[in-house]
T-cell receptor, first 112, second 111 residues
Framework: GAGVSQSPSNKVTEKGKDVELRCDPI?????LYWYRQSLGQGLEFLIY????????KSGLPSDRFSAERTGGSVSTLTIQRTQQEDSAVYLC??????????FGPGTRLTVT | RKEVEQDPGPFNVPEGATVAFNCTYSNSASQSFFWYRQDCRKEPKLLMS???SGNEDGRFTAQLNRASQYISLLIRDSKLSDSATYLC????????????FGTGTRLKVLA
């Protein structure tokens, strides 16, 4: 079946601009996660959504970052007033009751 | 102390060798454990879950030691295609979907 998809695959933006990253999870998966990974670094947890519960936003690095998940499916991560330190690969993952996460291919964000 | 710690490596091993990685975790209440594999500039992919009784999948064996708070991954008969970074993943707390990823152990299998 279809896996997790993300768009765009690459995004180059100027410092100070807003960006939106999209994630389509695996159909039926109740949990959705956003992580980011800087070059040569580990995965940094940003936020996760679980069913209809309030999202866990504890990993968001600043109030410039926000995310929403509409209809329990598609999610959008928004970064306002981008900074150069926001450059990273943003990874989305989804999981079902088995807790095993399946990742999308990521969005490579470059802030110039 | 980091919540999840791994030796970054690299582990350079010849083809056919057996190699083992350990990963320590700090939260004794963690209940779910996984090993993921990540190839260069690719997304992580689930390699295997780690069960209390240990589990094996072909050449790969994963074990959990709750008393010492570590999990291990053993790879037998290493292949060139096993070259990757292996990520240890631990649940943040019971009943949660939140996970902590280790920074990974890099493996290079040499011809």
């Amino acid at each position: 079946g279809a896996g997790v998809s993300q768009s765009p695959s690459n995004k180059v933006t100027e410092k100070g601009k807003d960006v939106e990253l999209r994630c389509d999870p695996i159909s039926g998966h109740t949990a959705l996660y956003w992580y980011r990974q800087s070059l040569g670094q580990g995965l940094e947890f940003l936020i996760y959504f679980q069913g209809n519960s309030a999202p866990d936003k504890s990993g968001l690095p600043s109030d410039r970052f926000s995310a929403e998940r509409t209809g329990g499916s598609v999610s959008t991560l928004t970064i306002q007033r981008t900074q150069q330190e926001d450059s990273a690969v943003y990874l989305c993952a989804s999981s079902s009751d088995t807790y095993e996460q399946y990742f999308g291919p990521g969005t490579r964000l470059t802030v110039t | 102390r980091k919540e999840v710690e791994q030796d970054p490596g690299p582990f350079n091993v010849p083809e056919g060798a057996t190699v083992a990685f350990n990963c320590t975790y700090s939260n004794s209440a963690s209940q779910s454990f996984f090993w993921y594999r990540q190839d260069c500039r690719k997304e992580p992919k689930l390699l295997m879950s780690v069960y209390s009784s240990g589990n094996e999948d072909g050449r790969f064996t994963a074990q959990l030691n709750r008393a010492s708070q570590y999990i291990s991954l053993l790879i037998r008969d290493s292949k060139l295609s096993d070259s990757a970074t292996y990520l240890c993943v631990v649940s943040h707390s019971p009943g949660t979907y939140k996970y902590i990823f280790g920074t990974g152990t890099r493996l290079k299998v040499l011809a």
